[in-house]
């Protein structure tokens, strides 16, 4: 069973960075198809971020778009959201999300692209 863990979220200024990680375990010698997701209060969870597991093509939400990168590590089985000039509107429970296969781009932003999930961690950008 794949299971995902994500780093400490945490209280950020506006403006400010925060990189958050997601380890897989559970199955040696899998490589993954990554994304972080996100969900504010009293809002849908929304796509963030992606990257492929074969040529390692990326996707980001427009909200996100040069103030985001995603990252993984060279044994793909951690990946990274680098979260620059954080805005207030980014508050949210930050989720990531794996699959061992290799979406399409257009699909790279769905849920259902991805079987499995790691709890969430809160990042709250406030002064």
């Known amino acids: 069973q794949v299971q995902l863990e994500e780093s400490a979220g945490g209280l950020v200024q506006p403006g400010g960075s925060l990189r958050l990680s997601c380890a897989a375990s559970?199955?040696?010698?899998?490589?993954?198809?990554w994304a972080w997701f996100r969900q504010a209060p009293g809002r849908e969870r929304e796509f963030v971020a992606a990257i492929r597991r074969g040529d390692a093509k990326k996707d980001f939400a427009g909200s996100v778009k040069g103030r985001f990168t995603i990252s993984r590590d060279n044994a793909k089985t951690t990946v990274y959201l680098q979260m620059d000039s954080l805005k207030p509107e980014d508050t949210a429970v930050y989720s990531c999300?794996?699959?061992?296969?290799?979406?399409?781009?257009?699909?790279?932003?769905?849920?259902?692209?991805?079987?499995?999930w790691g709890r969430g961690t809160q990042v709250t950008v406030s002064s």
């Open positions: 559970g199955r040696a010698s899998t490589t993954y198809s």
């Open positions: 999300a794996a699959t061992t296969k290799n979406p399409i781009l257009s699909y790279m932003g769905s849920k259902g692209a991805y079987e499995y």
